[in-house]
């Protein structure tokens, strides 16, 4: 990610200072298992399917919670590791105090939306537990385990962005006071 001018850009300071906390690295830890177990479940399912024209058919419905698993569980580590997008063309010709800012209200903006998600995922979990919803599938999954990982997920990733909220003030706050002295 570079610059009009071909120099790189800093990583936003809240990536910096926050690093990975206990958060991020059970995330990280609970993405590797999933990934490591939906690699397995693939595996076994193309070995039997080749060697013995049989299927436990069952790698395309757990493949499909490990997959929402992975999506949702990673979001805290890619905020962490400041691996999102960003709209650089307009953050480069900023200066550091406005990139400060910038990274700030963007962060309150993105912490409003993962608060209404969280929001959204709870509503949507008392539901499964409601109605009692399982998978049309030979499983009969309850969908209520794949949709905690959802719901933990988001939790995780408000923490993550507050944690990155209070840095990136911090920032603006400290070029404020600099402008002053």
């Known amino acids: ?3 009009g001018t071909g120099d790189r850009l800093p990583l936003a300071p809240a990536a910096q200072a926050i690093g990975k906390g206990i958060v991020e690295r059970v995330c990280n830890y609970i993405c590797l298992a999933a990934l490591a177990v939906m690699l397995v479940v693939i595996a076994i399912d193309i070995i ?22 992975l999506t949702f569980i990673s979001l805290p580590v890619c905020q962490a ?3 999102f997008h960003h709209v650089e063309f307009v953050q480069a010709r900023l ?11 963007f962060d309150a903006l993105s912490l409003a939306f993962c608060v209404l998600l969280f929001w959204q995922l709870i509503r949507f979990e008392m539901s499964s537990w409601r109605f009692d919803d399982h998978a049309p599938t ?6 209520w385990i794949p949709r ?15 944690r990155t909220l209070v840095v990136d003030i911090g920032k ?3 070029f404020d ?3 002053g002295a």
Request: aromatic share 8%; net charge positive; charged share 15%.
């Open 138 to 143: 030979y499983l009969a999954t309850p969908l």
């Open 1 to 3: 990610m570079t610059s």
């Open 172 to 174: 603006a706050l400290r």
């Open 95 to 105: 200066s550091p105090r406005g990139r400060a800012i910038s990274h700030a209200i």
């Open 148 to 162: 905690t990982a959802m719901l933990i997920g988001a939790a995780a990733l408000c923490v993550t962005v507050t």
């Open 177 to 179: 006071k600099q402008a």
């Open 48 to 69: 039997t399917r080749s060697l013995f024209n049989f299927s436990f058919e069952i790698s395309d419905e757990l493949g499909g919670y490990l997959l929402a698993t």
């Open 81 to 83: 590791n400041d691996t």
